[in-house]
């Protein structure tokens, strides 16, 4: 298959790039869009054959739910059923944005392979003009997980998609980068209190702000993981990814230590270290990018550095620690 790449921003006949979008998702086929968090590969979300083209061509576990994108509340609305005050309340506070709220869902509306057969369903409306057009054409529910192999980190440009899905999906539509760079917050309404399965950009202070007190998942480990992909390795690079204090002194000897053996080593830190074979950005925005970036050269060895600021971070924590599978270097 032939993977099209059409850019979006600056395409002088945009009518037509959208036709040809819902186009393929109507005939059941998927397309890649950007969002403001990251791209996510889209189907229709009550069509199953469709939405198993997603898992396929992520290489995704079949029991890892997808989000289903819709283009306002009142979508949303009639897909869902005892929906909480506080969804409610997020809904207005946040949408469109990067929350996900996990609802009853009405049986029978989504395609089963979308919710991994679970009663509950993901939804959220995504702040981007390209998703919400597509959406707003379609006038169909949107399955979309993020546009990447599935364990590699998800993708902030249509060319880590297009690395990743070439020759796999039809169509690309490229946006540009993405804003904010990591995954939408999740939040499980169907507890009391709401649980955050995945943090994000929306933080739970500014959630309590809006519904009062919410759980961590991390704070919740007694109950069997509710949010099924948390289980699953994330967001790795080829490399071993080290997570280190930001400590000059330690860096350096880290580099030093692991240059004697021969290996080549990159840094991904908010400083640059000039002995380090490779030097890559660290902020929400650049991570997944500097991941990537770290894929494409020899490094035998990545150290993340982890400034104490960075530990307040909890989403960029979070991708972090599961991009190093929680180790350290020593
Ligand atoms: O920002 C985002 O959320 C991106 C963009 C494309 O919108 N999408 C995204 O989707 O990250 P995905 O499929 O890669 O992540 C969905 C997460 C997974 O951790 C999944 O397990 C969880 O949401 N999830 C989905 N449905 C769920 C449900 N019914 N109950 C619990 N967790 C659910
Ligand atoms: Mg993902």
Not at 173 to 196: F, M, N, R
Request: with cysteine; proline share 6%; hydrophobic share 40%.
């Amino acid at each position: 298959m032939k993977t099209e790449v059409i850019s979006v921003d600056k395409n002088v006949d945009e009518e037509k790039c959208y036709a040809q979008a819902v186009e393929i998702l109507r005939s059941g086929d998927v397309v890649a869009f950007p969002t403001e968090t990251v791209y996510g590969l889209g189907a229709d979300a009550t069509n199953s054959e469709a939405v198993s083209k997603i898992f396929e061509a992520k290489g995704r576990p079949a029991d890892n739910p997808l989000i289903v994108h819709v283009g306002s509340k009142e979508a949303a609305l009639t897909h869902v059923q005892e929906v909480s005050a506080k969804a409610l309340q997020c809904m207005d506070a946040f949408w469109p944005g990067a929350l996900t709220l996990i609802m009853q869902e009405k049986p029978g509306t989504f395609a089963g392979n979308v919710t991994a057969n679970l009663d509950t369903v993901g939804i959220r409306v995504p702040n981007h003009p390209v998703a919400l057009k597509l959406l707003q054409e379609l006038k169909l529910p949107l399955a979309a997980p993020s546009a990447n192999t599935s364990g590699k980190p998800s993708p902030t440009l249509a060319e880590h998609v297009y690395h990743d899905m070439n020759g796999k999906i039809p169509l690309i539509l490229d946006g540009g980068a993405t804003e904010i760079g990591i995954e939408s917050t999740v939040l499980d309404t169907t507890c009391e209190p709401p649980v955050i399965l995945r943090p994000g950009k929306v933080s739970k202070e500014q959630i309590e702000q809006v519904i009062g007190m919410v759980r961590s998942a991390s704070q919740n480990k007694t109950n069997a993981p509710k949010s099924p992909g948390m289980k699953y390795m994330h967001y790795a690079p080829s490399a071993p990814l080290y997570l280190i204090e930001n400590e000059a002194r330690l860096i350096e000897k880290a580099i030093e230590y692991v240059q004697k053996k021969g290996k080549r080593v990159a840094v991904i830190s908010e400083s640059e270290y000039p002995t380090a074979d490779y030097n890559f950005p660290l902020s929400t925005e650049s991570l997944y990018a500097s991941l990537r970036k770290c894929d494409s050269t020899d490094a035998d060895l990545i150290l993340a550095s982890v400034e104490s600021g960075m530990q307040q971070n909890d989403a960029l924590m979070n991708r972090l620690e599961k991009a190093a599978d929680h180790k350290w270097f020593s």
